[in-house]
């Protein structure tokens, strides 16, 4: 039985697992046939608020708190992994069984405006992730996927229909450097992201509380890795590329690598390739292009595309400053500013 998840389609045997260690082909005591599900189902590693700024989105309800959540196991092989510890892990001895009412209370209780799931890759455990999904959105609170956008054409749908927001990492625009640091291709995951751009042109709203009328936020994060994926030939054409396909309003976070997992000996990325990154991308039209994993309030801060005025400061993950209106504009110049904002701040 192949699993359809990821673009791998692995073939599993019956009481087998695929690539990701954790999506297994089971035959239940109670049924007849066997099926590929995740072992973890219905289990997390834990929970914990976050503010919203944390995943990163920095366009969807800017300052509010968000439930995160994970589980084990991914699709993806990056050498550069900063969740070795649960992305690489197929014990699930150590996971904490909730169902899905649980983690909504959770997040009700804890004032979060949303659940997000975090941390290792959704796509695998997407049955639950989806279950929590369609009660959070009774309850009034909106989904965010964390993802590495690695999912089947015939997947996508079926899972960004119960996301409200998401941030796919674009890992590289090289589909050598997926290939040889992640055991992946680039091509698939840039599909998720014209998949996500148009589906978040053609619909106005968010799915919280109307199961019929959807739209999924779209940010892009790519980390900069020294020598591997930051040259400046390569932020141009991955800057091009979002311009010409995405649209220029996509928010594209550079982020900054720290030695992890395989990854010792490479230097964390100097401040510097952050800046000219970001620099690079806004000279090619991107509207909202930000750094991350370093203090950098110039960096962090969202500006006016039309007036330049500095809108919303960050400190860290902390918004210190809001100057966008009821709606949904510059207090400037009045000037339209893409995303999903809060009106009362
Ligand atoms: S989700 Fe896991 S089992 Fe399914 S195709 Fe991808 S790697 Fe293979």
């Known amino acids: 039985m192949n699993c359809t998840n990821c673009p791998r389609h692995c073939f599993i045997p019956l009481g087998k697992s695929g690539f990701c260690g954790v999506r297994r082909n089971m035959k239940l005591d109670t049924e007849n046939v066997s099926r590929i599900f995740s072992i973890a189902h219905g289990k997390n590693t834990g929970l914990a608020v976050d503010p919203i700024e944390k995943k990163p989105l920095y366009h969807f309800y800017p300052n509010s708190k968000t439930l995160s959540l994970g589980s084990i196991g991914c699709n993806l092989d990056c050498k550069f992994c900063q969740n070795f510890s649960i992305a690489h892990s197929v014990d699930d001895s150590t996971l904490i069984e909730m169902p899905p009412s649980a983690i909504v209370d959770t997040a009700l209780r804890n004032g979060c405006q949303s659940i997000a799931f975090t941390y290792n890759e959704p796509i695998i455990w997407l049955e639950y992730a989806i279950e929590i999904a369609i009660i959070a959105h009774q309850a009034g609170l909106f989904t965010i996927a964390v993802t590495n956008g690695y999912i089947s054409p015939e997947v996508r749908q079926k899972f960004f229909d119960h996301i409200d927001a998401a941030n796919v990492d674009l890992k590289s625009f090289s589909d050598k450097f997926y290939r040889e640091y992640c055991s992946a291709a680039v091509e698939p995951v840039k599909e998720t992201l014209c998949y996500l751009a148009?589906?978040?042109?053609?619909?106005?709203?968010?799915?919280?509380?109307?199961?019929?009328?959807?739209?999924?936020?779209?940010?892009?994060?790519?980390?900069?890795?020294?020598?591997?994926?930051?040259?400046?030939?390569?932020?141009?054409?991955?800057?091009?590329?979002?311009?010409?396909?995405?649209?220029?309003e996509i928010p594209l976070h550079f982020s900054a690598f720290r030695p992890a997992d395989r990854m010792q000996s490479i230097p964390p990325t100097p401040s510097s390739t952050l800046f000219r990154s970001r620099d690079i991308a806004s000279s090619k039209g991107l509207k909202y292009v930000?750094?991350?994993?370093?203090?950098?309030?110039?960096?962090?801060?969202?500006?006016?595309?039309?007036?330049?005025?500095?809108?919303?400061?960050?400190?860290?993950?902390?918004?210190t400053e809001y100057l966008i209106n009821e709606d949904q504009c510059c207090n400037y110049c009045g000037q339209t500013i893409a995303g999903e904002f809060v009106t009362d701040y």
């Open 290 to 319: 930000y750094t991350g994993n370093i203090d950098d309030p110039i960096g962090q801060a969202t500006f006016c595309p039309q007036c330049k005025q500095n809108i919303i400061s960050r400190n860290r993950f902390n918004v």
């Open 198 to 248: 148009e589906k978040n042109k053609n619909q106005i709203k968010f799915n919280c509380n109307n199961n019929s009328i959807y739209r999924t936020w779209l940010e892009i994060t790519t980390l900069l890795i020294p020598g591997l994926n930051d040259s400046e030939d390569e932020i141009e054409k991955l800057s091009e590329w979002i311009f010409s396909n995405l649209g220029s």
